[in-house]
T-cell receptor, first 109, second 112 residues
Framework: GQNIDQPTEMTATEGAIVQINCTYQ??????LFWYQQHAGEAPTFLSY??LDGLEEKGRFSSFLSRSKGYSYLLLKELQMKDSASYLC??????????WGAGTKLIIKP | NAGVTQTPKFRILKIGQSMTLQCTQD?????MYWYRQDPGMGLKLIYY???????DKGEVPNGYNVSRSTTEDFPLRLELAAPSQTSVYFC???????????FGPGTRLTVT
């Protein structure tokens, strides 16, 4: 079966750095997406990785290791508005997105 | 440019009733998707479409139907609503599968 694992919840302090991990076992791999979802709202796109390595976009970076079936999202200089759920999703061999359950990130002042 | 719009935002249905969730996008995307999101669970794909006149089942299609008569519209039909269909429904669109998906605001459906 296909499986994506993320921690259910994480807590971090405003101004700090947090790393949200995602491991996956899927039938094929055509890329990995990270989305942000604030409570009661729709997911919004953060990043897409298809090759190994680190992609940096402002305060957010995403890393991929295809051989390990592993990705992480790194958030720097945390702000209160970063309190949200972070969804990891893998595009499988049928080009369908398989979604993790999401990691709820709580930011404390 | 409104992006992806969905109606209604909220709905309460009685068991056995039917309804249509509307979804429209103005980005000229070929790909459109319907997901459901249950608490503590990942998004589950119900149906998707790769273009007008073409639809296909996703992971959880039972109890739902779709049509795609135009590029812009992708309605989701619930027949004979059941409590198990209580969920938040999101419509999304993308230029192509390797591109980001844009989501509508969601429809919160309760079946009692």
């Amino acid at each position: 079966g296909q499986n994506i694992d993320q921690p259910t919840e994480m807590t971090a302090t405003e101004g700090a750095i947090v790393q949200i991990n995602c491991t996956y076992q899927t039938s094929g791999f055509n890329g990995l997406f990270w989305y942000q979802q604030h409570a009661g709202e729709a997911p919004t796109f953060l990043s897409y990785n298809v090759l190994d390595g680190l992609e940096e976009k402002g305060r957010f970076s995403s890393f991929l290791s295809r051989s390990k079936g592993y990705s992480y999202l790194l958030l720097k200089e945390l702000q209160m508005k970063d309190s949200a759920s972070y969804l990891c999703a893998v595009l499988d061999s049928n080009y369908q997105l398989i979604w993790g359950a999401g990691t709820k990130l709580i930011i404390k002042p | 440019n409104a992006g992806v719009t969905q109606t209604p935002k909220f709905r309460i249905l009685k068991i056995g009733q039917s309804m249509t969730l509307q979804c429209t996008q103005d980005m000229n995307h070929n790909y459109m998707y319907w997901y459901r999101q249950d608490p503590g669970m990942g998004l589950k794909l119900i149906y998707y479409s790769v273009g007008a006149g073409i639809t296909d089942k996703g992971e959880v299609p039972n109890g739902y139907n779709v049509s795609r008569s135009t590029t812009e519209d992708f309605p989701l039909r619930l027949e004979l609503a059941a409590p198990s269909q209580t969920s938040v429904y999101f419509c999304a669109s993308s230029y192509e599968t390797l591109y980001e998906q844009y989501f509508g605001p969601g429809t919160r459906l309760t079946v009692t």
